[in-house]
């Protein structure tokens, strides 16, 4: 297992997303290391997290399959260019589609694991498929196709 997060690597001011941005002092902070061929986050809703009584809400469980899966195309990015994750900036990657299945309620207070697997790599698009469990159990599937940022996002001189 890789014990470097991609989003440790992001430049600063493209790290401030709420879901995986390190200096945002009241996001999630996912990191997203590889283990193996797959990517993997864990992250432990908080009680203000809630939809329903002992269920984490819905909008954040898209948010962790959404985070997760750029933070992935990044670490792919890596990869296909014949780097470490931490030689050099990460490319940073954005979500051009997220198709989220919740297949059953997702129990709050627990820590979550989401994985990742590149399904295409092509030009600057990623597709990454990921799996949301909990307690070992698959509550939410999605898809997450990433583009990497388009330059007119990106500061002058990069």
């Known amino acids: 297992m890789s014990s470097k997060a991609v989003q440790d690597f ?17 996001g999630y902070h996912l990191k997203t290391v590889w283990e193996g061929d797959e990517t993997v ?6 009680p203000y997290h809630i939809a329903i009584p002992g269920y984490v809400n819905g ?18 990015a890596y990869r296909a260019e014949g780097r470490e994750v931490g030689d050099g900036p990460a490319p940073r ?8 299945d919740y297949l059953k309620p997702t129990p709050l207070g627990i820590p979550l694991e989401v994985r990742g697997r590149i399904k295409e790599m092509k030009g600057r698009k990623v597709v ?4 949301l469990s909990a307690g070992g159990e698959v509550t939410v599937r999605g898809e997450v196709v990433a583009v990497q940022m388009p330059e007119h996002l990106r500061p002058r001189g990069e």
């Open 10 to 26: 992001y430049p600063d001011e493209f790290a401030w997303c709420y879901g995986c941005g390190r200096l945002n002092p009241d």
């Open 41 to 46: 986050t864990r992250f432990t809703p908080r």
């Open 59 to 76: 909008g954040v469980l898209a948010s962790l399959i959404d985070c997760h899966g750029t933070g992935s195309a990044a670490a792919a």
């Open 93 to 100: 990657y954005v979500t051009a589609s997220l198709r989220v």
């Open 128 to 131: 990454v498929d990921a799996e």
